[in-house]
């Protein structure tokens, strides 16, 4: 499949186990953040977003939480299971009319879970 | 279902060869974009368009041109093809709502340039 990159940082969870998956973004005006999943041969998918008017946002077995005053973004996923491996990458957008569609996307984390 | 395809998925080409990558969406989103993702680089943008007849350049749109002559298609044209260009290919479709800018994206094509 597609290479996504070999240089990425790796969280190891074991099945069953919460994985929490962290993400510094770089601009303190961006009102606007996306999670999405890459697995191998597959383009992005999203997965959940959220406003920077809110810290928390929930979805199915995901949960997404915002620390604007530190830049950080994580995403905790709730029962790791085998098909959750895959790549995870935060974007950013600043929600101008200026940024339409410029989503920043940060490098990546490779996600692997073992039985 | 809406969705968005590409096509080829796979394309080997050589060096000084013009080559057009397909997309094509059914979102029926005013917004397109292209990206190219390398290893150490993660996802760049190389175009986008707004609507018809609407293009921009991305950050590495050197070497890449695209047309918007409907609201499905956006396709990208590398016209003389370098190896350094070399990458997986991904095209991607949003609806700019003023409260989110989710982009849904393709599977993406593999280009190799020898």
């Known amino acids: 499949g597609e290479s996504v990159g070999l240089h990425l940082p790796t969280l190891s969870v074991q099945e069953g186990d919460n994985s929490i998956i962290n993400c510094a973004y770089s601009?303190?005006?961006?009102?606007?953040f996306i999670w999405y999943k890459q697995e191998s041969g597959k383009g992005p998918q999203f997965i959940i977003d959220?406003?920077?008017?809110?810290d928390k946002r929930q979805g199915q077995r995901v949960t997404v939480l915002l620390n604007k005053t530190v830049k950080h973004l994580s995403l905790q996923i709730a029962a790791t299971q085998p098909g959750d491996s895959a790549v995870y990458f935060c974007?950013?957008?600043?929600?101008?009319?200026?940024?339409?569609?410029?989503?920043?996307f940060g490098a990546g984390t490779q996600v692997v879970v073992t039985p | 279902d809406a969705e968005i395809t590409q096509s080829p998925r796979h394309k080997i080409t050589e060096t000084g060869r013009q080559v057009t990558l397909a997309c094509h969406q059914t979102?029926?989103?005013?917004?397109m974009f292209w990206y190219r993702q390398d290893l150490g680089h993660g996802l760049r943008l190389i175009h986008y368009?707004?609507?018809?007849?609407?293009?921009n350049k991305g950050e590495v749109s050197d070497g890449y041109s695209v047309s918007r002559s409907n609201t499905e298609d956006l396709p990208l044209t590398l016209e003389s093809a370098a190896s350094s260009q070399t990458s997986v290919y991904f095209c991607?479709?949003?609806?700019?709502?003023?409260?989110?800018?989710?982009?849904?994206f393709g599977p993406g094509t593999r280009l190799t340039v020898l």
């Open positions: 991607a479709s949003s609806a700019w709502t003023g409260a989110t800018d989710t982009q849904y």
């Open positions: 959220i406003r920077s008017n809110m």
């Open positions: 974007a950013e957008n600043l929600m101008t009319t200026d940024s339409w569609g410029k989503l920043q």
């Open positions: 979102w029926n989103h005013n917004n």
């Open positions: 368009s707004y609507g018809v007849q609407d293009t």
């Open positions: 601009n303190s005006a961006s009102d606007y």
